[in-house]
Structures are given as structure tokens and as C-alpha cells.
């Protein structure tokens, strides 16, 4: 059982439609990290926060994607207008300070 | 640039054999070397982890060993299990921001 809670755990969103997802960190992790897994099962990266504030994202995540990280609040990401292309496992992560991450389930997002 | 190689995309193990994973990386600074395991449904765990300290991590029966010389970073299991069937995944963690770069996977198929 994860410490790292995800939902939902399937999203179907229409091309153009927008895709939210939140997540809770293990609680007393200050570090938060979205990634998406494609089917080939490769992860990439999108943005990291540290107590509420981002502290790296990728071009993609400025331009389509909106992610926040509020105080006393699930993080969450959205995705302004999804296309095919979105569609992969979104996993969130929480860590203290160094690389043992947690990660929750994910959220399967299938864009039709 | 930072980067990890894993080029055993699939392994078929029958119950107590050996297995052996290969991972190399590419980096100009001093990397955590990591395994994560993800099972069918969820996200990654981690399995282990070694730094250039300690070159060795041992954790469920699995080893790792850090080869500064070869930049490789092995996962063995001296008798698998079925239970054992999931995707590895080898990942090198950055100082910069604790972000991980994970290997392509190498997906373990241990049959009765």
C-alpha cells in the first residue's frame, strides 16, 4: 500500500478536454515530483516542487500543463487540452531531501 | 549528458535460477545509483540503493555492485522466485534537484 495517494486511478478525457489529477504526498515530504511513463515504459520527467514551490520543470509542462503544490491541499496536474499523445501513466512522488522517493499507483490517463 | 542504459528489454527465468541485470550510466558528477521494481498495477518501490560511497546495496535477496571503473551498476538474485515477475528499472539520482533518470526497464518473467 502506497504512502503516496493518486487519484483518480483511470481518467478518459476527450482530445482538447482538460485532464486534472491530484496527488497526496507521504506526509513530511517536502519534495514533490510528477512523471509521465509512456507505454514503452519510459519516464520522463515534468516538474518538481519543494514546499509549494516549483523547483524545475520542462518546457512541456510550461507550455500545456499547470501544476501545483498548495500548503494543507492534494497537489494536483492538469493538462489544459489534452491530445493522444498525453495518453500514459502519470506517477507522483514525494521525497525528503534525497533520491528515495515514494510514488503512488499513478493515474492512467487514456486520451480518445 | 546524465544518462542510464539498460539493453535487456526482457529476461525469462525459471524459479531458482540466476539472474543478472545489466545497467550502465553516464555522468560527470557523483550519482546515487538506484533499483526500482514496479509490479503490474503500481507504481515504482524502491529496491535498492548505493552511492559511490558504499558500492554495494543488498535488500530481499537482491544485490547490487557499483563499478566506478565500467560505469555499471548490475542487479543479480541468486534464485528468483515467481513472485519476482515484475519491471526493473535502474535509475541514476541527480544532486540537482534530487531528479531521476531512469533506465528503459527490463522486464523479469519467472515461470513455475
Known amino acids: 500500500n502506497s504512502k503516496v495517494i493518486q487519484t483518480p486511478r483511470y481518467l478518459v478525457k476527450g482530445q482538447g478536454q482538460k485532464a486534472k489529477m491530484r496527488c497526496i504526498p507521504e506526509?513530511?515530504?517536502?519534495?514533490v515530483f510528477w512523471y509521465q511513463q509512456n507505454k514503452n515504459n519510459e519516464f520522463k520527467f515534468l516538474i518538481n516542487?519543494?514546499?509549494?514551490?516549483?523547483?524545475?520543470q520542462i518546457d512541456m509542462t510550461e507550455k500545456r500543463f499547470s501544476a501545483e503544490c498548495p500548503s494543507n491541499s492534494p497537489c494536483s496536474l492538469e493538462i489544459q487540452s489534452s491530445e493522444a499523445g498525453d495518453s500514459a501513466l502519470y506517477l507522483c512522488?514525494?521525497?525528503?531531501?534525497?533520491?528515495?522517493?515514494?510514488f503512488g499507483s499513478g493515474t492512467r490517463l487514456l486520451v480518445i | 549528458g546524465d544518462s542510464v542504459t539498460q539493453k535487456q528489454g526482457q529476461v525469462t527465468l525459471s524459479e531458482d535460477d540466476f539472474l543478472f541485470i545489466n545497467c550502465t550510466y553516464s555522468t560527470t558528477t557523483y550519482p546515487t545509483l538506484l533499483w526500482y521494481v514496479q509490479y503490474l498495477g503500481q507504481g515504482p518501490q524502491l529496491l535498492l540503493k548505493v552511492t559511490t560511497a558504499n558500492n554495494k546495496g543488498i535488500s530481499r535477496g537482491f544485490e547490487a555492485t557499483y563499478d566506478k571503473g565500467t560505469t555499471s551498476f548490475h542487479l543479480q538474485k541468486a534464485s528468483v522466485q515467481e513472485s519476482d515477475s515484475a519491471v526493473y528499472f535502474c535509475?541514476?539520482?541527480?544532486?540537482?534537484?534530487?531528479?531521476?533518470?531512469f533506465g528503459s526497464g527490463t522486464k523479469l518473467t519467472v515461470e513455475p
Open positions: 512522488a514525494s521525497s525528503l531531501t534525497n533520491s528515495d522517493y515514494t
Open positions: 535509475a541514476l539520482g541527480m544532486s540537482n534537484y534530487n531528479v531521476l533518470y
Open positions: 506526509k513530511g515530504h517536502p519534495v
Open positions: 516542487f519543494q514546499n509549494q514551490e516549483v523547483l524545475q
